[in-house]
């Protein structure tokens, strides 16, 4: 199983990108799936919350900027960033918790994807 982010780039203050993450490989099933960050010199941090059904939950510094959604015929989620600041500046990682198929049956497990660099200039 595989989680693979993308959409990541350079921006310009008040601009806008979008990110993607599509899990792949052999999934039974994909629950929740999130969007983290982190900066230069920082811990990694929560920015949004998908469960597989449910109210997403967001941090307090991207509400009302944000936006995720999911498409689960893709086991694909989306991060829609508008009115990006310079404090937006992070790697930006999405995470998992999958059901994958195993020779031994079901399991679960959290995956992480690469990280893609999201930078906004003042």
């Not at 629950?31 to 230069?40: E, L, S, T, V």
């Not at 811990?43 to 919350?49: F, H, I, S, T």
């Not at 497990?109 to 660099?117: A, F, L, P, S, V």
Request: aromatic share 10%; glycine share 10%.
């Amino acid at each position: 199983v595989q989680l693979q982010a993308s959409g990541g780039g350079l921006v310009q203050a008040g601009g806008s990108l979008r990110l993607s993450c599509a899990a792949s490989g052999s999934i039974f099933r994909v629950n929740a799936m999130n969007w983290y960050r982190q900066a230069p010199g920082k811990e990694r941090d929560l920015v949004a919350n998908i469960p597989n059904g449910g109210t997403i939950y967001y941090a307090d510094s991207v509400k009302g900027r944000f936006t995720a959604s999911r498409d689960n015929a893709k086991n694909t989620v989306y991060l829609q960033m508008n009115i990006l600041k310079p404090e937006d500046t992070a790697v930006y990682y999405c995470n998992a918790e999958i059901i994958d198929r195993t020779p031994l049956g079901l399991r679960s497990k959290h995956y992480w994807g690469q990280g893609t660099q999201v930078t906004v200039s003042s």
